[in-house]
């Protein structure tokens, strides 16, 4: 009897986390299959057929649709030579190496991004309330900013490594 009710418990929780992903994705906040940060008009500007031509199918996923990949999959998670992490979308210059740290998390993290290079909107999603990143210019989807990084700003942008592309220098 204890083991059917742990077994109804944990397949409730299951479908609850699955349908809740589901709906306040797409339903319940208004999101659409292919989101951008907001509503105003960025510079760079395509079709989702454009932007799959450009991107991978993982890229197009957490860039235009707001997915996150994998924790501990990122190559760039363990990236720590000199150079400009950009917008895997556009090319734009996002962060400098020497913002980088390894905060344990899996993800590529930095404590501060380069001016004018990242814009946030609130993300109600999955019962919680964070800020998601967007680059500025094509307004793909790059990951979170929490307010528990290191010195000098306190910040941790949390970053798709799948967002990102790393140029040496």
């Known amino acids: 009897m204890k083991r059917r009710m742990l ?7 299951v479908g609850v986390t699955w349908l809740s992903h589901y709906l306040s994705g797409r339903y319940l906040l208004g999101k659409s299959q292919s989101m951008t940060a907001t509503n105003h008009d960025f510079e760079i500007k395509k079709t989702d057929d454009e932007w799959r031509e ?4 993982e890229q197009f996923r957490v860039l235009r649709q707001h997915g996150t990949e ?8 363990k990236q720590y030579d000199k150079g400009t ?19 344990g998390t899996g993800w590529p993290s930095f404590f501060k991004p380069i001016d004018g290079a990242i814009e946030t909107t ?6 919680m309330t964070r800020v998601e990143t967007h680059c500025s210019r094509c307004g793909g989807h790059l990951g979170h900013v929490f307010n528990d990084g290191p010195a000098p700003t306190g910040q941790r942008y949390c970053m798709n490594g799948v967002s990102l592309k790393f140029i040496p220098g």
Do not use: Q
């Open 7 to 13: 077994l109804e418990a944990s397949a409730a929780i």
């Open 70 to 77: 994998r924790a501990r999959t990122s190559p760039l998670d």
């Open 54 to 57: 450009i991107l991978t199918p």
């Open 122 to 127: 609130v993300d109600k999603s999955l019962f």
């Open 85 to 103: 992490y950009a917008c895997a979308g556009c090319g734009l210059p996002l962060f400098v190496s020497d913002t980088k740290f390894d905060s």
